[in-house]
């Protein structure tokens, strides 16, 4: 099975712009969340996606939003970019079921704001 | 303000011996746990879990013991090789895991000498 694919692998933005990162999760699995990594924070949750309805939100501003389509694939997006949104964007996707279900990470989507 | 980098502990094991990588998590409620491996440009690779009702669990040259008395995860890595240096994150989740929503620790970085 293919893991979870993230795109862009590298992205340079300027502050003030806007950005939109891609997730395909494994196949089969429904539930899609994305995390912020910095040094300063470590990993961060920002919210969770499962069957296309937003299942759980982290503390972040709502600057920071996402959407999850019909074939799962998630897709998340920061407006007003800010110099502290530098970090390391990671997508996890699991089958979201009961009892326990270990995230499958991606490799992330290191985003620069200049 | 600046951000100041997460200082992570660092444990330092020659080759071929074990390792034990220890983890203080926070919520008692917490009944979901999982320990990640995380190597340089990559994002965290799935290694073990465990529910509460466990003490011991068994890998693949891994073990995860749990303590729930203490609130207190270990990792321990048999026969350590050069390919598991990388940085090492336990996560818990308090929600019957049935959520991408984890809360990670802050990492130890494992250091193995040849």
């Known amino acids: 099975k293919a893991g979870v694919t993230q795109t862009p692998r590298y992205l340079i933005k300027t502050r003030g712009q806007q950005v939109t990162l891609s997730c395909s999760p494994i196949?089969?699995?429904?539930?899609v969340s994305w995390y912020q990594q910095t040094p300063g924070q470590g990993l961060q949750f920002l919210f969770e996606?499962?069957?296309?309805?937003?299942?759980n939100k982290g503390n972040f501003p709502g600057r920071f939003s996402g959407r999850q389509f019909s074939n799962s694939r998630s897709e998340m997006n920061v407006s007003t970019l800010e110099l502290g949104d530098s970090a390391l964007y990671l997508c996890a996707s699991s089958t979201g079921g009961q009892g326990g279900s270990p995230l499958h990470f991606g490799n992330g989507t290191r985003l620069t704001v200049t | 303000g600046e951000s100041v980098g997460l200082h992570l502990p660092t444990l330092s094991v020659q080759e071929g011996d074990n390792s034990i990588i220890n983890c203080a998590y926070s919520?008692?409620?917490?009944?979901?746990f999982i320990w990640y491996k995380q190597e340089s440009g990559k994002g965290p690779q799935f290694i073990i879990d465990i529910r509460s009702n466990m003490d011991k669990r068994q890998g693949q040259r891994v073990t995860v013991l749990l303590n729930k008395t203490v609130k207190h995860l270990s990792l321990q890595i048999a026969a350590t090789q050069p390919g598991d240096s990388a940085v090492y994150f336990c996560a818990e989740t308090p929600w019957a895991g049935n959520t991408g929503k984890l809360i990670f620790g802050q990492g130890t970085t494992l250091q193995v000498k040849p």
């Open positions: 919520n008692s409620a917490s009944d979901y």
């Open positions: 996606y499962f069957s296309e309805t937003q299942r």
């Open positions: 196949s089969g699995h429904r539930s």
